[in-house]
């Protein structure tokens, strides 16, 4: 019981800290927020790649969520609102070994909408140590 209370806690905590940032605030969407960050904490590389489950725990998609909801409501969605707020998103690679999905990765292009984002307050509250 306390372990998911502290869980909701430490959830909503998150949330409202991810609603500070002017620039993330105004970005529909939970999910759309959270790949953002993603994005900018790789900014100088071009691309993100992070192992398919952990990126599932970082999103926090529910488990009852198959791969097309995965695709539709969050995939899809952030390919057309994260390019307004500064990275183009060229394509989205599962990588599969055998059947399963064994990561992801995301290929991007900063943009003409790019605003620097201080990404150091989100790293140690969202534990972005899982990050690559």
Same mark, same amino acid.
Not at 28 to 53: P, V
Not at 76 to 97: A, H, Q, T
Not at 114 to 120: A, G, L, N, Q, S
């Given at each position: 019981?306390?372990?998911? #209370?502290?869980?909701?806690?430490? %959830? ?7 609603? $500070?940032?002017? /620039?993330?605030?105004?970005? %529909?969407? $939970? !999910? ?19 192992? !398919? ?7 926090? &998609?529910?488990?009852?969520? %198959?791969?097309? /909801? ?5 995939? #899809?969605?952030? $390919?057309?609102? *994260? ?5 183009? &998103?060229?394509? *989205?690679?599962? &990588?599969?070994?055998? %059947? ?9 292009? $900063? #943009?003409?909408?790019? *605003?620097?984002?201080? &990404?150091?307050? !989100?790293?140690? /509250? ?7």
């Amino acid at each position: 019981m306390e372990k998911k #209370n502290f869980e909701t806690k430490e %959830r909503k905590e998150k949330f409202q800290f991810l609603s $500070k940032s002017s /620039h993330i605030r105004d970005m %529909r969407g $939970k !999910y759309n927020r959270i790949i953002f960050l993603m994005l900018n904490y790789s900014k100088y590389q071009g691309k993100y790649k992070c192992d !398919y489950k952990e990126f599932k725990k970082i999103l926090e &998609i529910p488990k009852s969520y %198959r791969e097309s /909801h995965i695709n539709t409501k969050i995939l #899809n969605l952030s $390919k057309v609102e *994260i390019p307004k707020f500064g990275f183009d &998103i060229l394509e *989205i690679n599962k &990588i599969k070994k055998s %059947r399963s999905i064994d990561e992801i990765e995301i290929i991007f292009n $900063k #943009n003409s909408n790019y *605003i620097e984002v201080d &990404i150091k307050p !989100y790293e140690s /509250h969202m534990k972005m140590k899982m990050f690559r």
